[in-house]
C-alpha cells in the first residue's frame, strides 16, 4: 500500500519536495472492516488550506472512489465502490462501526452511476457537483431571467453552477483563466458570455455582458475579482462565498483589497458562506439530480485525467495553476 504524506507545510505554491511517498503493509481485516482499493484519488482546492492546519507527516487529505476488495461487513459487500475520505492513499482498511469524528461525510456506496464513469462520483455526482447544486440553487435563489456571474467557472465547481443557471433560466456570465477555457465555456457548455480575467478587465466585461447588473455572484475566488463584481450587483442581489482560491497560495493576509462593504450595504446584498461538509445528510440528492440532468443532456461534464497515483502531487500543484479543465482527477 502506498500513501502521501505531506513532509512539509506549503509555503506559496506546493513544490513536489513537500509531499513524500511512503509504503505500509496492512494489517488483517477484523470484524465489521473493509479493505478498500482506491481507483480515483480527487485533488481539490481545499487542500491548499487545511494542510496549514495539519502535522507534517499525517497523510495528505482527500476524496477516492475506492472498490470494496475484501469486507467483513455484509452493508458493504465485496465489489460494491464507495466514495471516501481516505485521503491519499492506494488501500486502506475502514471501520464501519467506527464513529465518525472528521469534518468530512462517512464512506458512502455509490448509487448505480449506470453507463456514466466512476471517476464523476469525485466531480459533479461528488463533492465538487453537490457544492455546485445547493451552493448556488440555496443561496442564490436564482430566479429565470436573471443574470449570474461565477468565476473558477472552467474549474469542477464552477463548470456546473453555469449549467445549472442555464437550467433554471438564468443568463450566464462565467470568467476563467485561459482563452480555451473560455471558448470551451461559450461553445460547449453554452453560457452567454465569458472571458479570460487575466487578459480582460472584469470591469469591462461586467459593463458589456451585464449592462443591467448582476443578480447571482457564485464567487469562487474572492479578492480583488470578486469586488469588481460586488460594485455591479443590483439591489438585492445574492452572492454564495464558496471560495476564496485568490487567496490559498498567496495566503489570505497578503490580499489586499478595497471594501466591499458599501456596496453590500446600499444594494442590501445577501452574502451567505456555503460548506459543503456541512449537508453530509443530503450529498444523495444533489448526485440524483445531477446525475438526471447529465442523463438528459443538459449537464455536460469534463475531467482532466492524471495517470498514476505517483503523479498525484504534480496534479494537485497543475490544478491550482489552473492546468485543469472541469475537475482534476488522479487515475490510481
Ligand atoms: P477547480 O476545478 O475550479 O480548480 C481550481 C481552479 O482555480 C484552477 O483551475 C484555476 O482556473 C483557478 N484559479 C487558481 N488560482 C486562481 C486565482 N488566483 N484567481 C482565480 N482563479 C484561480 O476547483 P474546484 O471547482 O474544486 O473549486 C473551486 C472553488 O470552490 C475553490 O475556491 C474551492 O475552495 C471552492 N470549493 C468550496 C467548497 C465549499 O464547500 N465551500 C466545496 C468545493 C470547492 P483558472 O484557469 O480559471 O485560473
Redesign the pocket.
Known amino acids: 500500500t502506498k500513501k502521501y504524506i505531506l513532509a512539509k507545510h506549503f509555503i506559496g505554491e506546493p513544490k513536489l519536495t513537500d509531499f513524500k511517498l511512503v509504503e505500509e503493509e496492512l494489517p488483517k481485516l477484523e470484524e465489521g472492516e473493509i479493505l478498500c482499493e482506491s481507483l480515483w484519488l480527487s485533488v ?3 487542500m491548499r ?1 487545511y494542510t496549514d492546519f495539519q502535522m507534517e507527516g499525517t497523510v495528505m487529505p482527500g476524496g477516492v472512489v475506492a472498490r470494496i476488495a475484501e469486507s467483513r461487513d455484509p452493508e458493504f459487500p465485496k465489489g460494491r465502490y464507495v466514495a471516501a475520505y481516505f485521503g491519499w492513499r492506494t488501500r486502506t482498511i475502514y471501520n464501519t462501526r467506527e464513529e465518525n469524528k472528521s469534518i468530512y461525510p462517512k464512506p458512502y456506496l455509490l448509487p448505480d452511476f449506470g453507463d456514466l464513469p466512476l471517476s464523476l462520483g469525485l466531480g459533479v455526482l461528488g ?2 457537483g453537490i ?1 455546485a447544486n445547493f ?1 448556488f440553487l440555496e443561496v442564490c435563489e436564482p430566479q429565470p431571467g436573471e443574470t449570474v456571474v461565477v ?8 463548470s456546473i453552477v453555469g449549467q445549472i443557471a442555464k437550467i433554471v433560466g438564468c443568463r450566464v456570465i462565467g ?4 482563452d480555451a ?1 473560455v471558448k470551451w465555456l461559450k461553445e460547449k457548455l453554452r453560457f452567454d458570455a465569458a472571458y479570460n ?2 487578459t480582460t478587465k472584469i470591469s469591462d466585461a461586467l459593463r458589456e455582458a451585464a449592462p443591467k447588473g448582476v443578480d447571482c455572484f457564485f464567487d ?2 474572492g ?1 480583488a ?1 470578486s469586488n469588481e463584481v460586488f460594485r455591479r450587483m443590483n439591489t438585492k442581489g445574492r452572492v454564495c462565498v ?5 487567496g ?3 495566503g489570505f493576509e497578503n490580499v489586499l483589497v478595497p471594501m466591499v462593504q458599501p456596496y453590500i450595504l446600499s444594494k442590501e446584498l445577501k452574502v451567505q ?5 456541512n449537508h453530509a445528510s443530503r450529498w444523495l440528492q444533489a448526485i440524483q439530480e445531477n446525475m438526471r440532468w447529465i442523463n438528459e443532456g443538459k449537464i455536460v461534464s469534463e475531467e482532466t485525467i492524471t495517470e498514476g497515483f505517483e503523479n498525484a502531487p504534480k496534479a494537485f500543484i497543475g ?6 479543465i ?3 482527477v488522479v487515475q490510481i
Open positions: 481539490d482546492p481545499y488550506k463533492m465538487p457544492t451552493g468565476n473558477g467557472a472552467a474549474g469542477a465547481v464552477g470568467f476563467a483563466g485561459s477555457k480575467y487575466k469562487n475566488v479578492g475579482f464558496c471560495g476564496a482560491i485568490a490559498y497560495n498567496a458562506g456555503f460548506i459543503v461538509w490544478m491550482l495553476r489552473g492546468d485543469n472541469g475537475k482534476a
